[in-house]
T-cell receptor
Framework: KNEVEQSPQNLTAQEGEFITINCSYS?????LHWLQQHPGGGIVSLFM???GKKKHGRLIATINIQEKHSSLHITASHPRDSAVYIC????????????FGAGTQVVVTP | DVKVTQSSRYLVKRTGEKVFLECVQD?????MFWYRQDPGLGLRLIYF???????EKGDIPEGYSVSREKKERFSLILESASTNQTSMYLC?????????????FGQGTRLTVV
């Protein structure tokens, strides 16, 4: 059983809609990353969270440490937001190993 | 602009071939990682290195080896490629504290073994 679970696996939204992706983890963590992977494979870092909430443009990430849950929200979604979104939990050990969720494929249609 | 660069975007190799995947980072990072990514499974750690000539097994090291002769370069070696090693391979790097404010990844190598 994967220690990091993401939902949904796939999501289709119309342009302008509000999107939420959820991530639950069972390991003790020191931080949680949200990553974006576009077709072609390259991965970029969106956020690193250890508590509370972060916002960058139309993207908002929240984390609840007690409930071991994080969410990524996309407001006013746009077709260029179409990508795979991955959460990765940084384990609370000596070198910070990452445990990855399976990813959420997001498609935003015009 | 900081970068992690993988030598190939796409590779097609035959079963039994020895395959080298190269990764170079220009951030002077101590840690380097090799992952494979398969549909529904997410990224899984194959090997990582925390210093030159040092290596540690990850979750799925079988069938792979690695080499780190210089700080900036981390190579993944498939000693005898098999069809079940067809996958997307991603290299990443971080400083000694692990993935801090950012996780730096290469663009990925899609390997097909026929």
């Amino acid at each position: 059983k994967n220690e990091v679970e993401q939902s949904p696996q796939n999501l289709t939204a119309q342009e302008g809609e509000f999107i939420t992706i959820n991530c639950s983890y069972s390991v003790g963590i020191s931080a949680l990353h949200w990553l974006q992977q576009h077709p072609g494979g390259g991965i970029v870092s969106l956020f690193m969270l250890s508590s509370g909430k972060k916002k960058h443009g139309r993207l908002i990430a929240t984390i609840n440490i007690q409930e071991k849950h994080s969410s990524l929200h996309i407001t006013a979604s746009h077709p260029r937001d179409s990508a795979v979104y991955i959460c990765a939990a940084r384990e609370d050990d000596s070198w910070g190993k990452l445990q990855f969720g399976a990813g959420t494929q997001v498609v935003v249609t015009p | 602009d900081v970068k992690v660069t993988q030598s190939s975007r796409y590779l097609v190799k035959r079963t039994g071939e020895k395959v080298f995947l190269e990764c170079v980072q220009d951030m002077d990072h101590e840690n380097m990682f090799w992952y494979r990514q398969d549909p529904g499974l997410g990224l899984r750690l194959i090997y990582f290195s925390y210093d030159v000539k040092m290596k540690e097994k990850g979750d799925i090291p079988e069938g792979y080896s690695v080499s780190r002769e210089k700080k900036e370069r981390f190579s993944l070696i498939l000693e005898s490629a098999s069809t079940n090693q067809t996958s997307m391979y991603l290299c990443a790097s971080s400083n000694l504290l692990g993935f801090g404010t950012e996780a730096f990844f290469g663009q990925g190598t899609r390997l097909t073994v026929v």
